[in-house]
């Protein structure tokens, strides 16, 4: 029985994070991934109609292991302010573990994501779409009084860049930086609440 294609592409995918984590972006080919899967490039092209478009689905596929659980968080039952501060913490983690686990294949993605600019604003819409959903149930069951979520899920996820920012996460090492993230979060859902927002 051959492949389907959502099967080749996967493992396509899956090469090149392998050939990406062990030579780099700069040194990594459309014909490196085909070499790796022991097909021809010409198969790789079906899939991705160029090496842009293989990086830039290697990076949407790489944000995916972030936003997917926050999503999870995001559409929970938890009370809005706890659920907003759950997934804070959880976003700020996700990055963080990224940094500490594997330095080298972070540095990588990030200079993917740097050229990856679809990817990226997908990326940061749908974060703030979930930060939205959490402040609109917060406004629906009184805890939060702000007139628009989308606003709000803006300058939430300003005031706690410093903590999910990769540049920022990157500069920090990859430490533990809950117990500083706590009073900032705390701060925003205090905004929320009074409605300064």
């Given at each position: 029985m051959s492949e389907s294609p959502p099967d080749t592409r996967d493992r396509i995918l899956q090469a090149a994070e392998e050939v990406l984590r062990r030579f780099g972006p700069a040194k990594t080919t459309v014909v490196d991934v085909a070499r790796h899967l022991g097909m021809s490039h010409g198969n790789v092209y079906r899939h991705f109609p160029s090496k842009a478009a293989l990086r830039e689905a290697v990076a949407e596929r790489w944000l995916a292991t972030v936003s997917r659980p926050?999503?999870?968080?995001?559409?929970?039952?938890?009370?809005?302010?706890r659920r907003l501060e759950t997934w804070l913490l959880a976003l700020a983690e996700a990055k963080r573990r990224k940094v500490h686990d594997d330095p080298e294949l972070f540095a990588t993605y990030h200079v993917l994501a740097a050229d990856a600019a679809t990817a990226i604003s997908t990326h940061v819409d749908?974060?703030?779409?979930?930060?939205?959903?959490?402040?609109?149930?917060?406004?629906?069951?009184?805890?939060?009084?702000?007139?628009?979520?989308?606003?709000?899920?803006?300058?939430?996820?300003?005031?706690?860049?410093?903590?999910?920012?990769?540049?920022?996460?990157?500069?920090?090492?990859?430490?533990?930086?809950?117990?500083?993230?706590?009073?900032?979060?705390?701060?925003?859902?205090a905004g929320l609440k009074a409605g300064v927002i």
């Amino acid at each position: 029985m051959s492949e389907s294609p959502p099967d080749t592409r996967d493992r396509i995918l899956q090469a090149a994070e392998e050939v990406l984590r062990r030579f780099g972006p700069a040194k990594t080919t459309v014909v490196d991934v085909a070499r790796h899967l022991g097909m021809s490039h010409g198969n790789v092209y079906r899939h991705f109609p160029s090496k842009a478009a293989l990086r830039e689905a290697v990076a949407e596929r790489w944000l995916a292991t972030v936003s997917r659980p926050l999503a999870r968080i995001a559409a929970s039952g938890e009370p809005a302010e706890r659920r907003l501060e759950t997934w804070l913490l959880a976003l700020a983690e996700a990055k963080r573990r990224k940094v500490h686990d594997d330095p080298e294949l972070f540095a990588t993605y990030h200079v993917l994501a740097a050229d990856a600019a679809t990817a990226i604003s997908t990326h940061v819409d749908e974060l703030r779409g979930q930060v939205a959903r959490i402040v609109a149930d917060g406004i629906a069951d009184g805890s939060f009084n702000v007139a628009d979520p989308a606003a709000a899920a803006v300058a939430v996820l300003t005031a706690t860049l410093d903590f999910h920012h990769p540049v920022h996460v990157r500069a920090a090492g990859g430490r533990n930086r809950e117990a500083e993230a706590r009073p900032v979060i705390r701060l925003v859902v205090a905004g929320l609440k009074a409605g300064v927002i």
